[in-house]
Each structure stands twice: as structure tokens, then as C-alpha cells.
């Protein structure tokens, strides 16, 4: 009799338990659709009672997905960058740029790491730094922009530096212009919209030609063809080398090709592939105005006539004044009425002088080797000097000579496989160049 009471009772607590769980899961059920309903309930309320149902229910779905972000990703949102230009100015450094943002363990740390892939100070008036901080105002990331193509960035990470030399793909396009000179090829070229770069090589090119104060007159024309460069990470637009020009004048063309030689080095010839430069430069600045010849006249100052024995070029102080030709500096300093003078030696019959400077170019030193182009200093009005100009001697065989009448050596003549190159190249530069100018 007490056994079957015992599994008597296991039977009824068993079945006891099925019923309970049964019933859990029908209330739960039921409490599911019952939430489910209203959900639909109030959705559908929502749709037909409010005009602004869709709209509402966007601000719903992007409230749901931020609470998400602000939940799962605090810490990137807190990782938002806010951009700030430095314009670095005269006697900045960039220890001093950086003070403000960074304690001095971190800073000396950029300093260290950063040193690694550039040198601090070649720093340039009117450069560039970019610095981002986070919402709390903590310097994270330091783009020190190196070249037009090349961005040294910096990454903090509490106490972590990290360097990254950023390489950016530069876009590069052939723009043509053409334009009539009726005043100045400079001031002409500028109103036609030539970039100023663009019209300085124009200059520098031309000037182993053409005397620009005698030889340009009214109505000569010019067509170009540059290299346009377009930097996507900055939105910046910079110019390359002149592929191709031609100035029609005085019933000739001056026509030049930009080539690659065998050697490795760019230069300009003309069809018959002769290299349009020569030995020395007749004028070494931009734009100036020949204010005094060659030869016999009466001095300025001692009012006595006197020979002459170089050109002089009005010039505002401070124009940059470039080596006639390649060669070393031979003399740099003061040398009596000349002032602060400089004379670079070419070859064993060639030499230039430069005088009346305001300064020299901090980089240029007695023995320093020169290229033709390089600035060497600036226009002044240093020694016997009525006002800002520079003094320019071309020296032959140890003999001042009239760089306005000197025929100058030329350069380089193509040949061989050499010219059979350049044939084919400056056929497919032309072909550009018409195609940029009248598409």
C-alpha cells in the first residue's frame, strides 16, 4: 500500500511539472504575440494617423543605429579628427609649431622619429603642416607635406610614434595655350592665363636666343604646351615641364621639343634635334630692362667717360639672379665699387661676374659647383651704385666682351640612334600639342 502511494505520487508531481511548463510556454507565447500585436498596433496607428510616417520611421531606424555605434564603437567616435593649417612663417621651427599640442617627451619623440625621413630644418616661408586633433583636443596625426607627390605622415598614439612616408599618384594632363605679344611675353602670357612658373622657363628658355628689350615687338605669338600636374589628396594643381613652344618672330620660328637624352637629362631642341641652349645665358634674371650697354659712356657717379665693360639690367632688389652657365664660383664677396660681387668660372676661356648684390643665395661658396639656371644671389645696389640693377660680365680669355654681341657656343647635336628617337618623340609631342590646343 505505501509503494503505490509513492509512485502514485511520482506520476502526479510528473505530470504536475509537464502542466507547469506548458504553461509557461503558452503564457510566454501569448505574451510574444501580445507584444508582436502591439508593435503592428502601434506601427499601423503610426502609418495612418501621421502624415510623416516614412520619415519618423527613418529617424527611428538612424536613432537605433547610432544608441548601436555609441554602444560598440565609443571609442572611434571619439577618434574624429578635426584639421588645422599651420602656415609656417619666418624664423618658425618646428619644434616651436608643434609645443603647443604635445608634452615635451612626445614631442622630442616626433622630433626623433620624424628627423629619421626628413630634415627639419628645410623648412620654406608659406609651407604647409597639417595637424589633427580628437574631440578632446589630443594631437593624434601630424601631414608634413615634403614634395607635390610626397606627404610624411605622423601618427600619435599615446606614447607611440609612427612614421609613414605617404606616396600620392599624381594626375597628369598636357595643357596648350596660344597668345599674341603686343606688350611683354610676360605680361601678355599672364592675361592669357599661362601659369607665372610656366612663363619664367618660357623666359629662361629664350634667353640663349633673344634679347627680350630689342627683339620682341608687337604682334609676335606664342604657342605652349605644358605639363599639368593635379594632386587628389590636397586638391592642388602644380606645372611640370614644357613639352613644347614656339615663339614666331621677326619672320622665323623658335621651335623647341623637350627630349630625354642618353645621358638621363632633359632638354629642348629643335626639329633638326640641336640643342637650342648655349653655353652661357646673355640674360641671367627675369624680366629686366637693359638699362645700360656695352662700351664707351659717361659714369654715372665720377661723371667721367669710361669704358663699360659689362650690362647692366634694372631689376627690383631682391630679383634672384642665376648662373650664366654651368661652373664653379671662383670669387664670392666684396670687391670695392663692384660691391657684393661673384664670378663663376665655365671653362678654361670662359668666366661671368655678377655685381651690385643685395645678397648672396645662403647654398652658393667659393669652390661650389654651379649649374646653369641655379640662383647664385640677388639684385642690389651694393658698391658704386646710382640705384638696384645687377652689373653682368661675360669673360673671355680673360677679357671683358659684349654678352649682347658674343656668339656663344652651342650644345649638344643629336645623332645615330640618339636622333632617331628624338624623331619619332617629338612628332608624338606635336601631335599633343595640337590636340590640346583645338580640342
Known sequence: MSMY???TVKIIIFILLIAISLNFLIQGNITLKKNNYKNEKNLLILKYNNKNYDNNLEKINKDIIFNKIIKSEKKELEEILIKKIIIVKKNDTFSGIISPFLNNKLKNLVIKNLSKEF??????INQKIFLYENNKKILKKIVLPINFSNNIIVNIDNDKVNIVNEKIEIIKDIFSIKFVINTSLYKDGINAGVPVSVLIDLIKLYSFDIDFQRDIKKNNKLEVSYETLYNPVRNETAYGNIKYVN???QNKNLEYFIFKTDEGFYDYFNRKGKNVKKALLKTPLDGARLSSGFGMRKHPISGFNKIHKGVDFAAPTGTPIYAGGNGVIEYIGNNGGYGKYIRIRHNNEYKTAYA???KYNKNIYKGKRVS?????????STGNSTGPHLHYEII???????PMNIKLPSGKILEGNELKRFDKEYKEIYAKHLFSLYE
Open 396 to 402: 673671355f680669355q680673360n677679357k671683358q666682351v659684349n
Open 247 to 249: 615663339l614666331e618672330i
Open 372 to 380: 646653369q639656371g641655379d640662383i647664385i644671389g640677388y639684385v642690389g
Open 119 to 124: 630634415n627639419l630644418n628645410n623648412l620654406n
Open 5 to 7: 502511494s509513492a509512485n
Open 356 to 358: 651690385h648684390l643685395s
